[in-house]
């Protein structure tokens, strides 16, 4: 079996969304998600000018040695862009061994290790009262597990709250927009939060929360220890991922559990966090973390120190990468839960999907591969639009992180 040709479809259907397609001599093609929020054209022009030409020919059924040409061969490696690259190449290329095989990709990394897939979705309020409300409708709709973000008093813009009511989307039309932070305002207010969540639901319901990387370590190591009392699923990215031995300190204050990594795209961005048990929960998705073989590894490495997966899963990727996940996480033996914010409807036009959702867990179907197709005339009727994500200044004008 020969690779013969691979294209790049980029569409908008209500967001944008970058698909690798890779044929073969046999008729077989698989595909594989290269989106990168905010910057989805960076990693078009790398696969396109760069990947594909070196693919033609190749046997895609050595799935490894192409993994390592792409990321050993480059000299310049790492970073999101090459990485999304790379990760999607390696998806397409797990798809064709499924489809070539005639089974399902979790039966090719190990077969089942359970029967569904834990998932947490996005309760989002302006304040606490409408927060809880929200959380109330998740739990209705069968929702085990609920990320709290609320809108904080004196600020105006507040990660993961919608400005309109509608399914939060950060990245907006054109170029980036400025929203403001104040870092004491968030510390003072979120533990009332999740008192009160805790007062209303009781101690059934996995409490998780997303700090988006707006702490130094000894503010999180605070934030941490004042929200052991409600017991929370996980902390996610409570301090800027670079400096690893920044957990430390997070970690020697606080038993609350921690999650980071969904902007990682090596095992290299984990090995202290990994090492030192600085951390209990993995977020890099495999779009973006070196696609199904790198992550394998990673799964691995994290499981021998007690740490479990919490793949980032918003709309930001595509049902590629959610269904590839779901066969993941199927698979290994340390998942611990994957995040699922379901698509708008007019997703559901350009791909055709596999898994569905019921009373708080995902579930996949037994098709060949990964089991997503992708309807291309459709997609041509949803052309990209730019969009980017907001930056972020704290109130005093200072650049800070998003």
């Known amino acids: 079996m020969k690779i013969t040709d691979a294209k790049v479809i980029v569409c908008s259907p209500g967001r944008n969304f970058v698909t690798l397609k890779i044929f073969t001599d046999e008729g077989i093609y698989g595909l594989g998600d290269a989106t990168l929020n905010g910057m989805e054209k ?4 790398y696969l396109e000018n760069y990947c594909v030409p070196a693919l033609i020919g190749k046997d895609p059924r050595n799935i490894e040695d192409i993994w390592h040409f792409f990321y050993k061969g480059a000299y310049w490696k790492r970073g999101s862009v090459t990485m999304t690259a790379v ?6 290329l797990w798809d064709i061994k499924g489809k070539a095989l005639n089974t399902p990709l979790y039966n090719l990394i190990g077969g089942k290790s359970r029967n569904g897939i834990l998932v947490y979705c996005h309760a989002n309020g302006r304040d606490a009262e409408e927060t809880i409300e929200k959380a109330g409708q998740k739990i209705e709709q069968g929702f085990r597990a609920i990320r709290l973000q609320s809108g904080i008093p004196g600020i105006e813009h507040t990660y993961g709250v919608s400005k309109d009511n509608k399914p939060y989307e950060p ?24 008192k009160k969540a805790r007062a ?83 977020r890099m998705p495999l779009v973006h973390g070196g696609g199904i073989t790198h992550l394998l590894k990673v799964a691995s490495m994290a499981s021998v120190y007690h740490i479990q997966t919490g793949f980032h899963g918003a709309t930001d990727l595509s049902p590629v990468n959610m269904a590839a996940a779901i066969h993941f996480n199927m698979a290994i033996n340390n998942f611990g839960i994957q995040e699922y914010m379901p698509h708008q409807e007019i997703v559901n036009e350009v791909f055709k ?47 800070f992180y998003w």
């Open 353 to 399: 999907t596999n898994f569905n959702f019921d009373k708080g867990f995902l579930f996949i179907d037994d098709t060949p591969g990964i089991g997503v197709d992708i309807d291309e005339k459709k997609a041509a009727k949803y052309p990209y639009q730019m969009a980017s994500l907001p930056v972020n200044r704290k109130s005093d004008g200072t650049m």
């Open 87 to 92: 990760s999607a190449i390696d998806m397409a």
């Open 171 to 194: 990245a907006e039309k054109g170029l980036a927009q400025t929203e403001y932070w104040d870092t004491a305002r968030y510390l003072n207010f979120i533990p009332s939060l999740f």
């Open 200 to 282: 209303e639901f009781g101690d059934d319901i996995h409490l998780l929360h997303d700090v988006h990387h707006r702490c130094t370590p000894v503010e999180a190591a605070r934030l941490a220890r004042e929200l052991e009392p409600y017991h929370l699923f996980w902390l996610e990215d409570p301090v800027s991922g670079e400096l690893q031995e920044g957990l430390r300190l997070i970690r020697s204050h606080s038993t609350t559990p921690i999650a980071i990594g969904e902007v990682f795209n090596s095992v290299y961005d984990y090995t202290t966090l990994i090492t030192e048990q600085l951390i209990d929960y993995i």
């Open 42 to 45: 960076a990693v078009v022009s």
